[in-house]
């Protein structure tokens, strides 16, 4: 159905506005509560976001491969955990409610897993990766737009009782309305399923004869299809997954995502540490960064249709390896450099575009790859591993980041390491 795909790209749109808006003003935020602090609990934060991700994400997903709750009502459900998230975001009175708040967001956020897996149930082997990018593609442009939004915000200063609400801040007020609207728009126009559908007929007790044949036919196509799905247990389920394959895919996703979150960390602690940069140049870095990786995977999606998802992973990861190289010797030349120091900060960026350009030829065609070599009827759950496998991997590289910064050769050491593991 074309139109729910419009939603779960809304649904993606809105998340990537919600990172993007943040991330570049979170270290600021932080910063607020504890200015000799802000870095550990930036780690701290974004590790939160992660680990609720990694506990909802299969639960979502196992949810929906049931049919023990629609699809629009797993995204109404964590359409309300995103509200209540960024409320609590912004009338936060410490660094550790602002971490609570980003925990109650990361469960709304593990639905993709049911968003993958109904769209990869639904679509044939040959599009499934054209399908992944569009929503991909559409997590970059709310990234796009996530700056803008902190932009319009700059001047805001006002209080709320004891609770001083200024630029950074205000952000989750304005995102908790972006979610409302989209649970409303939501509710009112997704295409429901047969079994929905059948059951609303039921409600309004038809009494025309034809009608009640076809409903019942319905009925019981549908019934064979929820028995089909039913019949597949939990031992089934593990004996799909638990496969050399399979962990080989799911590894990759770790490895992927610790270096993505790793960069992603680093970004303000070096724009600041290089450049002095707050919010606003941060902002504009965002909006940049976010036009860069949708014309990657404009150009993944082209190349889709003459290179197989394994090659492109392929050229992913030695990207990985060299960009991993790179930073390790990068954080050792710049232990002392002074604010302002050109060879760094040109450095610097070379390293960061190089990682967000190769970054979707890293992550995207494991979701594809991971639902060729699984069952279809689980689909949901194995995309909710998969997410989760990235969620542990984007906790423990924010934290990696956090406490070993100052060890810049340990910390190069295992980035490598790691990289150059999993492309072999």
């Known amino acids: 159905m074309e139109r729910n795909f419009t939603l779960f790209c809304i649904w993606f749109l809105f998340v990537g506005a919600e990172y993007a808006a943040i991330l570049p003003s979170l270290n600021e935020y932080l910063n607020t509560f504890d200015s000799n602090q802000g870095v550990s609990y930036l780690g701290l934060v974004l ?4 680990i609720a991700e990694f506990i909802s994400s299969p639960i979502f997903g196992r949810i929906s491969d049931r049919n023990l709750c629609s ?8 359409t309300l955990f995103g509200i209540a998230g960024n409320v609590v975001y912004t009338l936060a009175p410490s660094p550790y409610m602002v971490i609570i708040s980003r925990f109650f967001a990361g469960i709304g956020a593990g639905c993709q897993s049911t968003i993958f897996g109904s769209v990869l149930r639904d679509t044939e082997e040959k599009e499934k990766s054209v399908k992944l990018a569009q929503m991909m593609m559409s997590r ?4 796009i737009l996530g700056p803008i939004y902190a932009l319009v915000l700059l001047k805001v200063d006002f209080y709320i009782g004891s609770i001083h609400v200024t630029n950074v801040s205000a952000i989750g007020f304005f995102l908790a309305f972006l979610w409302l609207f989209y649970g409303l728009v939501l509710y009112f126009t997704y295409d429901l399923s047969k079994a929905e559908i059948n059951s609303v007929a039921k409600s309004n007790n038809s009494n025309n004869t034809e009608d009640e044949k076809e409903l019942k036919l319905a009925e019981e196509n549908e019934n064979n299809e929820l028995n089909q799905v039913k019949e597949i247990g939990w031992k089934i389920v593990y004996k799909d997954i638990w496969r050399a394959e399979v962990i080989t895919c799911l590894v990759a996703c770790f490895t992927a995502m610790f270096q993505f979150s790793m960069v992603e960390t680093l970004i303000t602690p070096i724009t600041a540490k290089l450049l002095n940069w707050k919010t606003f140049e941060n902002g504009i870095l965002f909006f940049i960064t976010g036009i860069i990786i949708i014309a990657a995977f404009v150009i993944l999606m082209k190349l889709t249709a003459f290179i197989s998802d394994r090659r492109m992973l392929l050229c992913g990861f030695s990207a990985l390896l060299i960009e991993s190289i790179a930073i ?5 030349m710049t232990q002392d450099v002074a604010v302002g120091t050109l060879w760094a900060s040109a450095t610097w960026f070379t390293i960061f575009f190089f990682c967000i350009v190769f970054a979707p030829f890293a992550l995207l ?16 759950f194995n995309q909710g591993m998969s997410g989760s496998v990235k969620s542990i991997a984007a906790i423990i590289g924010p934290l ?8 810049p050769l340990l910390l190069g050491l295992g980035n490598v390491t790691l990289a150059a593991f999993s492309l072999v």
């Open 47 to 50: 590790s939160a976001f992660s």
């Open 400 to 407: 990696w980041i956090s406490f070993n910064l100052s060890n």
């Open 328 to 332: 390790a010797i990068f954080l050792y």
């Open 71 to 78: 699809t629009r009502n797993v995204l109404l459900l964590s």
């Open 140 to 143: 970059q442009l709310g990234m």
């Open 365 to 380: 065609p494991q979701n594809s790859i991971l639902s060729k070599i699984t069952m279809k009827e689980t689909s949901g």
